[in-house]
């Protein structure tokens, strides 16, 4: 049986100069996927075999989380008898389909029937700059809204806990999805990283804004913020079993 959601695809982020962004990201060491003809120009796909980064030319405000779903079409009335309002839909016979609605807090999520390219081997000898994925990070009004809004969809709980504030980690078909009730901050994957000092020398002598800061760091962990060409930032946790 198909979950809700299908499968996860990809975190798609804003570039304000797609090439630099597209540059920058392998630089942090993300390696280029090639991508299908669907989306057309201003689109690039960047991944370190885990997760998948779907650049694409323009402000969006807030990273869109993306889904393939088969048979899309049919899935609409679904969604609906689950109150889902549908933002925005492509389902004609000569479009690609797909379709969009958001979650309360305003974040988009986008269900494609197809691929829109093709897996890369996972390398697990080799990881970019940043470390482990460890979730996609979002600031959410209310987290009991926001956890029944993914459990309706069919994701799991897979930990939660009330420090540095109430927090929830969702399974979203595939992708972990960190959902924190405390003072808006920017969406934006995160990542764990032994030696993370380290790491943040070598970053900032590559070029990179790099802050000493996260709004998910406990206590006095280790943290930081990459800022590059993505309207979207990336953030840096000290591994727990790390010693900097």
Not at 26 to 35: C, E, I, K, M, R
Not at 78 to 103: K, P, T
Not at 121 to 132: P, Y
């Amino acid at each position: 049986m198909t979950p809700m959601l299908g499968s996860f695809l990809e975190i798609g982020i804003g570039a304000r100069d797609i090439g630099a962004t597209y540059d920058e990201l392998q630089a942090l060491g993300f390696t280029p996927v090639t991508p299908g003809d669907m989306r057309g120009n201003g689109y690039a796909v960047v991944s370190d075999g885990d997760i998948y980064f779907g650049l694409y030319d323009g402000e969006q405000e807030t990273a869109t989380l993306t889904f393939v779903r088969p048979d899309l079409a049919s899935y609409v009335r679904a969604l609906r008898r689950r109150r889902v309002e549908i933002d925005f839909s492509s389902l004609g016979e000569q479009d690609f389909h797909e379709l969009g609605f958001s979650d309360p807090d305003g974040h988009r999520i986008t269900l494609v029937e197809a691929r829109t390219f093709s897996p890369i081997v996972a390398d697990q000898s080799v990881s970019s700059t940043c470390g482990k994925f460890f979730e996609l990070s979002i600031a959410v009004r209310s987290l009991t809204a926001s956890r029944e809004f993914w459990l309706g969809l069919g994701c799991d709980v897979a930990s939660d806990g009330d420090e540095p504030h109430p927090w929830c980690r969702i399974d979203a078909a595939g992708l972990a999805i960190g959902l924190h009730e405390t003072a808006a901050f920017e969406s934006g994957p995160c990542f764990q990283a032994t030696q993370l000092n380290a790491r943040i020398e070598f970053l900032r002598a590559k070029g990179f804004a790099v802050q000493h800061r996260a709004p998910q760091a406990v206590g006095g962990q280790r943290c930081a913020t990459i800022s590059t060409g993505a309207t979207t930032p990336f953030y840096l946790l000290a591994n727990p079993t790390s010693s900097n």
